[in-house]
């Protein structure tokens, strides 16, 4: 079974511009999750997404925002670029059934380097 | 708002001996979820070991067992015969029961070194 995809692994932009970063689900897998990863701040929780539906959201700007698609899939965005966005943004996906601890499964994350 | 603490930036053992790394939260809920997590080198999140609060009894997997302490909010992870392959980062997480999802809330992470 291929695990939690993310794309692209690294990526280099500039002050102002904007990104947007794709996750993979593991196959039947509805529950997707974007995580902030900095020396400074540590793993701060961005958002979660199941059925194509914001479920949770972490106390981040406007300027992150995400989406989910039919099939599960999940795209972050963040737009006018500051350099505190530098960091390793991890997605992670989990089966989210009622009443059952899904385990979280992880990418390998998005090394997002703004300049 | 849940916190979790971890107090020990860095941790190194011997190989095949055992470490113990510390963990501490803080909830005002009775039921949840707390689980550490391994990010090695290659950043990919992996799960080592996960508990209930509802259970007494201390999870255990293979060579990783906690000491979970409700009454004190403490959570600690003990990893013995250590293996090279254990050095990475160790995060602390908790997850609540009452919201619904998949947010965890993350300790600092613990780095520790494996010594050969």
């Known amino acids: 079974k291929a695990g939690v995809t993310q794309t692209p692994r690294y990526l280099i932009k500039t002050r102002g511009q904007q990104v947007t970063l794709s996750c993979s689900p593991i196959?039947?897998?509805?529950?997707v999750s974007w995580y902030q990863q900095t020396p400074g701040q540590g793993l701060q929780f961005l958002f979660e997404y199941f059925s194509e539906t914001q479920r949770n959201k972490g106390n981040f700007p406007g300027r992150f925002s995400g989406r989910q698609f039919s099939n599960s899939r999940s795209e972050m965005n963040v737009s006018t670029l500051e350099l505190g966005d530098s960091a390793l943004y991890l997605c992670a996906s989990s089966l989210s059934v009622p009443g059952v601890t899904g385990e979280l499964f992880f990418g390998e994350g998005s090394r997002l380097t703004v300049l | 708002a849940q916190t979790v603490t971890q107090s020990q930036p860095e941790m190194s053992v011997q190989e095949a001996e055992t470490v113990t790394l510390s963990c501490t939260y803080d909830?005002?809920?009775?039921?949840?979820?707390l689980f550490w997590y391994k990010q090695p080198p290659s950043r990919q999140m992996i799960l080592v070991i996960r508990q209930e609060a509802y259970k007494q009894q201390n999870a255990t997997e293979n060579r990783f067992s906690v000491n979970f302490q409700k009454a004190a909010k403490s959570f600690s992870l003990k990893i013995s015969d250590s293996q090279l392959g254990d050095a990475a980062m160790y995060f602390c997480a908790y997850r609540s029961v009452k919201t619904s999802g998949s947010r965890l809330t993350f300790g600092e992470g613990t780095q520790l070194t494996v010594n050969p």
């Open positions: 196959s039947g897998h509805r529950s």
């Open positions: 909830t005002s809920e009775s039921d949840y979820y």
